[in-house]
């Protein structure tokens, strides 16, 4: 088991430690559920009232903290508690799962793939035709990539997801298990005589260095050019990116958020949980979308937007005021 000491700790984060403990921390741990060997973090003074019933000996707390640690308790204040507490749970981590060989005897790796140094790839994985994976790439069990697919360096891919064919994924990037690269986009017209036909999705997927893509998201090729994602880009689980939309840099989507075909968000650009935007719409660099919101706009820079349909986050609370005080009036 790892221990450390709080002066350990501190080495790495570089904060102020204020008190002291006998206690080698053992553990990080939210402040509800933590033991008096383990370290928990406060990131806003709203939870200050919670470290009085705390059995944790330590946080990771902010600099403008109103309360002290107490007897045998300590704190290390720094400039960013949610940020410093990443550092402590990177110490802490678990090892990753085990690769008793770099390249699992049961994967099928086409003859005319081209694999990096130090690539790891697990039981039952397929790796296509004129595939081109980088270096320091780990790849576990029961991956798909298919043809013409490229891979950066050091990216990961969890178990499960499929690649299709002549999709490129950067560096540094994460796919958790069972996303989805690359499949068809969403395209259908009605036809008097067929019914609704296919239409070809003939384009590809490209995602950008230092992108993380949730458990069950997917992410449509395009139709006739690429889906693209840009660098730094997160994506949570259960997410629908449809065909031909382009994210730019350090765009985040919570889960269960969707775009709709040929969206465009530009630079950390926001969108909350569950919510829906309109194919062939713009959202502005900084634009935020609020948790189950309907898009059916064009989205400014810099504009906060909520409801069904979205309007200005404002004005829907006002709105929101207005008809509860309704609702209550017309109760009397």
């Known amino acids: 088991m790892k221990t450390y000491s709080i002066q350990e700790i501190n080495e790495i984060l570089k904060g102020e430690i204020s008190g002291n403990t006998t206690h080698s921390i053992t553990a990080p741990e939210q402040l509800e559920l933590a033991k008096e060997t383990e370290i928990s973090f406060i990131g806003h003074k709203k939870y200050e009232k919670y470290w009085e019933t705390s059995k944790a000996c330590a946080a990771i707390v902010n600099q403008d903290i109103s309360i002290e640690p107490g007897e045998n308790r300590v704190f290390i204040k720094v400039k960013n508690a949610d940020l410093a507490m990443s550092q402590v749970l990177a110490l802490f981590a678990p090892p990753s799962p085990v690769f008793r060989t770099a390249i699992h005897p049961t994967a099928i790796i086409d003859e005319t793939a081209i694999i990096g140094d130090d690539t790891r790839i697990g039981a039952g994985s397929y790796v296509g035709v004129n595939v081109k994976i980088g270096k320091n790439v780990t790849i576990y069990p029961n991956v798909t990539i298919l043809d013409e697919c490229t891979i950066g360096d050091n990216t990961i891919i969890w178990s499960g997801t499929v690649i299709r064919e002549r999709c490129h994924i950067g560096n540094d990037c994460i796919l958790h298990p069972n996303a989805t690269i690359g499949a068809d986009g969403f395209g259908f017209r009605s036809d008097p005589e067929k019914g609704l036909v296919k239409?070809?999705?003939?384009?590809?997927?490209?995602?950008?260095?230092?992108?993380?893509?949730?458990?069950?998201?997917?992410?449509?090729?395009?139709?006739?050019?690429?889906?693209?994602?840009?660098d730094g880009c997160k994506i949570d689980n259960l997410v629908q990116i449809g065909h031909n939309s382009k994210l730019g840099k350090f765009c985040i989507m919570a889960g269960n958020s969707g775009l709709a075909g040929s969206v465009t968000l530009g630079n950390g650009v926001v969108i909350g949980g569950s919510a829906s935007i309109k194919d062939h719409l713009t959202l502005g660099d900084g634009a935020m979308v609020g948790a189950g919101s309907g898009v059916a706009a064009d989205v400014p820079a810099g504009k906060v937007v909520l409801g069904y349909p979205a309007v200005d986050a404002r004005d829907a609370l006002k709105q929101w005021a207005i008809l509860k005080r309704l609702v209550k009036d017309s109760s009397k």
């Open 199 to 230: 239409i070809p999705q003939i384009g590809n997927v490209i995602i950008g260095n230092n992108v993380e893509i949730g458990a069950n998201s997917s992410v449509d090729r395009g139709k006739f050019s690429s889906t693209i994602l840009g």
